[in-house]
């Protein structure tokens, strides 16, 4: 390989570790391009210093003859220029020649490697078969081999390495290809971090110096450009993009260190006044002419920073990041204009709008080089910000050379463009064949004013676009904006108009009041130059409104609508219609009367608060609101009472309405402004964090739930995609409240108007109109809904009850009501109220009327008079004009009828359950009701009007039948279920059919007593005959009661009626216990004797007779019944048969006498065993009860399951012996057609127990340890 005598050129892509090769040239030669292939083919594990993470790369190198210019010289920091190994080649194999000449040779260059302290090499020993043919007295391989680290690697014997046939294709020369390989990747790769670690100590030393005086920041820079070289190299561009930032932010620190008063002095050198403006070069990896001005300290801010960025956009490129680098370019595009001005640069004006378009121009086209169209348009969002840029640079330069006025540039604009041009310097050579360079789009910009708007709205078009695609509608409208200054600037306001109008829909939207007065100004001034008197006239209105302007704008636009209308019309001309919102807000409505509903021919006012928004008193010529009739929801309806349901219906304001009539209109939003939605109230939540094992609070924080809502995004293409206003219509309304020469003075102002009320229906206020000379400002709705009503009511009657319930009995009294409606009463007018004998009206002097307006208030009052007759009532009216109401009050009587009352839960003698109404129902009550209805004649209806009312009954009473023996006695339970006390006296009984023979002897010592609700009083009666009693006894019992609160004691009767049948007792029970023989008392466990016996009292009379079914047998009539003898409380065991049949004569005194044996369980005195008798009949006579199918016979025994006494048989004691069948049983023989005899129970009082309540002594038994003792 032939030597190279100059430097290597620094050009980062071919930069190498630089290899040194010494020894047989030759042999090198011939293993160059095998051993450059090979090299970097497997990648090595770079382990760094300092924690940093391993990283896997390729090691490449450049084979360099050796030469002692090579070797590094003390401080030279290149590390590009450094020989990182260094290695010897020999093929010796015979003795003689390595002692004559090789080993002269390797000390030689070992002794060069020493005196330039380097360590880092490698003796490479080839080894051929093709040599050892031709030598035959050579040694074996091994001895020169062994004598080269015998005689150099004493300590280091892996720096001589065997490479054997390397020409040869076959697996031992492979092999030994791969040590070798392997050998050299690690032995260059520890010499690269030991060299780059002493490297960047020295580069840390040298930044620490950087607060010592004379410390340069450019030479710090081509110091840790150096490293970043170093990484490029090693294609670790990452790594070397580190480098670049590390230095971008060292020295942004010191140019803001420098703002804020602490410059270092080396930043001098950056503060020269600028002299070029060439822009950013991003077509070169390395701009050379740069990196010579700042490697001797001669270079301006810009191409510092031109240069540092270009390095920066070629790594990102490497990377495959190019989006970043447009990121990166715009911020460093405005970070050097501040910058400038922190350093306070002397900048021709101009100068940086031209840096600034070209740099923005050279990035967009070194993008546009390594991306397809496709790349391009998917990411515009990265691009249009550097479009945005340069469009704003170029309409800068353009004001400031004159191409944007309508004149044109003048003298002193031309020779401003000249001087900014010649700072441009000459095309560089890499963009001087390009027809679209940023050097010639700008020189073509500045020549004309032609090629600067071709330009402009190139870039203004492009960037719109771009803004649109991705969905930025703001940002398009803001270079709309821009564009429209622009048009204005040339003399045309229509296409100005509109992208101003775009823009203040955005400004609208986001609520920006300060951008919205700004940008109307702009739009009145294109309308008015465009002609447009309409809309210039609706923008003067929006602006005189706009508080944000000063008081003379105000004024100004204010004056130019006043003048506009002052105007004398020509011919028929029309008004010009605009809208109110800017001209004056509606903020309440108040009605009077504050129900909003009134009748026919009522008065009805409304005042309106009016703020008005103008700077100066406008004189209005007339002020209308248009009124929509309806009849949907008005017309003849009619109300319950006097204003009755006026405020109810919310007819005042929907959602709005307040109980004083007046209506409040939500807050208006600034003029024109669109509306925009409320955020979402926070809905935070506190949140514990407590420790698991005992509970303690480790942190407390709030979270908020609904973040969600709060921070959602609202998309701006949709919200700014609002229709534009449409025009102002002005409705025809033949019902229309005016007043006229009204003066609205700024602010709040109340007009007055009346509501016309001639028909009836719904009145709808639908549009306010103001009148001012030629213009008319309209509020085309009125949200919320503003209502009010006129009525027409048919004249009603309805009569109501003053308590809440009539009781029977007693005088209450009623209210009747009369809506007069549209009917007046007049004189001689009256009620005519039908009467009846059970409930009658009693006339009273002292009735009056009193006559109600329909606000409820007390208009007259008068006496009533009445006149009754048989039939009829009449009750006179007193006069009363239309919709007004009469109210008096009447007293009625129901009488309590004698019989029994219905009770509400009762059917009707159809089987159909008898309804009454809900709102009359009294289910807990308990008590009877009456309905009585008054038939009503009125005089203004030819139809009679039928009332119901409905009476309750007080009292409710029972009666019971008591026997003692043969002796009768009644017993009658009078209870006050009402909710008032009552006095009560001269109770009496008696029999409907009077007979001598019978009479009722009261046992009642109290003649009154005080009965209070839910009490109840007891009278008793005995029953005594001279002759056999009648087998029915029909009584009525009679009582007087009054109200214990009554100022006078005047007592109502109250009568009850009832029947009474087989009265006389037939026959009587007695029962005895005897102790177990040679036993003086009953003991527990042990068995006694029971005897029973029925003893029939009296012959029994015909209709006994047929009910009883006797049998005649052997010449006497008997009768069947039927014993029972239970124990409900357990303390007998009956033993034995417990029931049975007998047969009794029918005669006086006949007895039947039944034993049994019974044993008492507990100690103590016990109530007799429960004895029950019943009627045995046979299955054909005649059935005086429903059949108790629950009875049935099979041989001897029988089962009672009697449920129709009071207490229930138990029938445990009954199934002692043979089987027991039920009801089944029973049907089923019936379904066979055997007859069955059944049983029914006697009636009250036809049998008495005489050993009722009878008990017992039994004693507990000699050998019982435990004493149970029963007490009852």
Not at 53 to 72: C, G, R, S, T, Y
Not at 296 to 315: E, I, K, M, P, V
Not at 1049 to 1055: A, D, L
């Amino acid at each position: 390989m032939e030597p190279h005598e100059e430097k290597p050129i620094i050009y980062t892509m071919e930069n190498k570790p630089i290899v040194t090769c010494a020894g047989d040239q030759a042999l090198f030669t011939s293993l160059y391009n095998s051993l450059t292939q090979q090299l970097p083919r497997e990648p090595m594990e770079w382990r760094r210093s300092y924690g940093r993470a391993p990283k896997m790369i390729h090691l490449e190198a450049n084979f360099v003859q050796f030469k002692e210019e090579l070797l590094p010289k003390e401080g030279n920091r290149a590390l590009l220029t450094f020989p990182f190994l260094h290695i010897y080649w020999t093929d010796c194999c015979d003795t003689e020649v390595y002692k004559a000449s090789v080993k002269e040779d390797i000390v030689r260059w070992q002794s060069l490697l020493r005196l330039h302290s380097t360590t880092d090499w490698l003796i490479v020993v080839v080894e051929s078969d093709t040599k050892k043919k031709n030598k035959t007295n050579i040694l074996p391989r091994t001895s020169i081999v062994d004598k080269i680290r015998n005689d150099f690697c004493n300590k280091q014997s892996d720096r001589c390495v065997i490479l054997s046939d390397p020409l040869k294709d076959s697996s031992r020369s492979q092999e030994s290809w791969s040590s070798f390989l392997t050998k050299l990747r690690t032995l260059l790769l520890m010499s690269f971090t030991k060299n780059l670690g002493r490297f960047e100590d020295d580069m840390r030393t040298l930044r620490e110096k950087r607060t010592e005086p004379g410390w340069s920041f450019c030479d710090y820079f081509m110091v840790q450009e150096e490293l970043a070289f170093v990484f490029e190299m090693l294609q670790q561009f990452e790594d070397a993009l580190v480098q670049y930032d590390e230095l971008d932010a060292l020295f942004t620190q010191y140019v803001l260190n420098f703002g804020a008063g602490d410059g270092a002095n080396w930043l001098c050198s950056f503060c020269q006044p600028l002299r070029s403006w060439n822009g950013l070069l991003l077509r070169r990896p390395i701009d050379m002419e740069k990196r010579e001005l700042i490697q001797h300290g001669q270079a301006s801010l810009l191409d510092l920073r031109s240069y540092l960025f270009s390095r920066q956009c070629t790594l990102l490129i490497f990377l495959l990041r190019p989006w970043e680098v447009t990121q990166r370019a715009l911020e460093l595009l405005h970070n050097c204009v501040q910058e400038l001005r922190l350093l306070e640069v002397s900048v021709p004006p101009g100068a940086l709008d031209c840096w600034v378009f070209l740099s923005c121009l050279e990035v967009l086209q070194r993008i546009e080089g390594c991306c397809d169209r496709a790349q391009l348009e998917a990411n515009c969002s990265h691009t249009v910000g550097l479009w945005t840029y340069a469009t704003e640079k170029l309409k800068s330069l353009g004001s400031l050379c004159g191409l944007v006025s309508e004149n044109g540039p003048n003298s002193e604009d031309l020779n401003r463009t000249v001087d900014l041009l010649a700072g441009l310097g000459a095309e560089r050579p890499e963009t001087a064949n390009s027809l679209q360079s940023p050097y010639k789009k700008l020189k073509e910009a500045l020549s004309s004013v032609e090629a600067f708007e071709k330009h402009y709205l190139e870039l203004s078009h492009a960037a719109m676009e771009m803004y649109r695609a991705i969905g930025r509608m703001r940002s398009a409208r803001l270079v709309g904006k821009s564009l429209a200054e622009f048009y204005m600037r040339k003399g045309d306001p229509q296409r100005a108009e509109a992208f101003l109008q775009e823009s203040l829909k955005s400004y609208l939207a986001e609520g920006w009041a300060l951008p919205v007065a700004h940008t109307r100004k702009q739009i009145a001034e294109c309308q008015k130059q465009l002609g447009q008197t309409d809309e210039y006239l609706q923008t003067s209105a929006l602006l005189a409104s706009d508080t944000h302007l000063t008081d003379m704008e105000r004024k100004h636009f204010c004056q130019e609508i006043l003048s506009f209308a002052g105007q004398t019309a020509e011919g028929h001309a029309q008004k010009v219609v605009l809208s109110m919102n800017a001209f004056a807000q509606l903020r309440q409505l108040q009605f009077r009367p504050a129900t909003a509903v009134v009748h026919v021919g009522a008065a009805l006012e409304l005042e309106l608060s009016l703020r008005s928004l103008m700077p100066v008193p406008v004189r209005l010529e007339q002020l209308a609101v248009s009124v929509h009739f309806s009849l949907e929801k008005g017309g003849a309806r009619g109300r319950a009472g006097p204003g009755g349901g006026a405020g109810n219906r919310g007819r005042v304001g929907q959602g709005q309405g307040s109980p004083c009539g007046t209506v409040l209109f939500p807050g208006e939003s600034p003029p024109g402004a669109l509306p925009r939605s409320q955020p979402p109230a926070l809905e935070l939540y506190e949140i514990q964090d407590r420790s698991p094992s005992d509970g303690a609070l480790n942190s407390a924080g709030v979270v908020c739930k609904n973040v969600h809502l709060l921070l959602r995004r609202q998309d701006s293409s949709a919200s700014l995609d609002t229709p534009s206003s449409t025009a102002v219509a002005v409705e025809d309304g033949a019902q229309l409240l005016k007043t006229h020469d009204v003066s609205l003075l700024p602010g709040n102002n109340n007009i007055l108007f009346t509501a016309p009320s001639r028909e009836p229906g719904t009145y709808t206020l639908r549009q306010l109109c103001a009148t001012v000379g030629r213009i008319q400002f309209v509020l085309p709705h009125i949200y919320p809904i503003v209502q009010y009503e006129v009525y027409s009511q048919e004249p009603q009657l309805s009569v109501e009850p003053l308590a809440d319930n009539l009781l029977a009995g007693l005088p209450q009294r009623v209210k009747f009501i009369i809506v007069t409606g549209h009917y007046s009463i007049k004189r001689g007018d009256a009620l005519q109220l039908s009467n009846s004998d059970a409930m009658p009206i009693l006339s009273s002097s002292g009735c009056v009327a009193r006559v109600l307006s329909s606000d409820s208030e007390l208009v007259a009052e008068t006496t009533l008079s009445m006149q009754s007759s048989e039939k009829v009532t009449s009750v006179s009216l007193p006069l009363a004009p239309p919709y007004h109401s009469v109210e008096f009050q009447l007293e009625v009587q129901c009488h309590i009828p004698a019989g029994p009352v219905r009770p509400e839960s009762e059917r009707l003698t159809n089987g159909e359950p008898w309804h009454r109404a809900r709102s009359r129902q009294r289910t807990s009550s308990g008590m009877s009701v009456v309905d009585q209805k008054i038939s009503i004649d009125c005089p203004w209806s030819i139809y009679s009007t039928l009332v119901a009312l409905t009476f309750y009954i007080p009292f409710k009473a029972k009666h019971l039948l008591l026997s003692s023996g043969k002796r009768k006695y009644i017993q009658v339970c009078l209870q006050n279920v009402s909710d008032m006390n009552f006095h009560v006296s001269d109770q009496q009984l008696a029999e409907r059919q009077q007979s001598s023979s019978l009479w009722l002897q009261s046992l009642n010592a109290k003649a009154k007593q005080l009965v209070h609700s839910k009490q109840s009083v007891f009278c008793l009666w005995e029953v005594k005959w001279t002759c056999e009693p009648p087998a029915s006894l029909q009584c009525v019992f009679s009582i007087n009661f009054c109200p214990a609160d009554a100022q006078r004691s005047v007592f109502t009767p109250y009568y009850y009626e009832f029947q009474l049948d087989n009265v006389s007792t037939l026959y009587s029970l007695s029962a005895d216990i005897q102790p177990a023989p040679g036993e003086q008392q009953c003991r527990t466990g042990t068995l006694c004797g029971l005897e029973v016996s029925i003893v029939r009292l009296a012959e029994p009379s015909d209709s006994e007779q047929q009910d009883e079914g006797p049998v005649e047998t052997g010449g006497f009539c008997t009768t069947k019944l039927m014993y029972e003898v239970v124990d409900n409380s357990s303390n007998w065991a009956v033993c034995g048969k417990s029931s049975g049949i007998v047969s009794m004569p029918v005669a006086a005194n006949a007895t039947h006498k039944v034993r049994m044996e019974v044993m008492p369980l507990f100690a103590g005195h016990l109530p007799f065993p429960s004895i029950k008798v019943l009627k045995y009949l046979p299955h054909n006579a005649p059935s005086t009860i429903p059949p108790d199918t629950d009875g049935c016979v099979e041989n001897d025994n029988i089962s009672l399951l009697d449920k129709g006494l009071d207490d229930q048989a138990d029938t445990s004691s009954i199934r002692s012996r043979g089987s027991v069948h039920s009801l089944g049983g029973g049907s089923e023989q019936q379904q066979r057609g055997l007859p069955m005899p059944r049983l029914e129970p006697f009636g009250p009082g036809q049998v008495f127990n005489r050993s009722q309540g009878c008990q017992v002594l039994v004693l507990p038994s000699k050998d019982d340890h435990v004493l149970e003792v029963n007490l009852t």
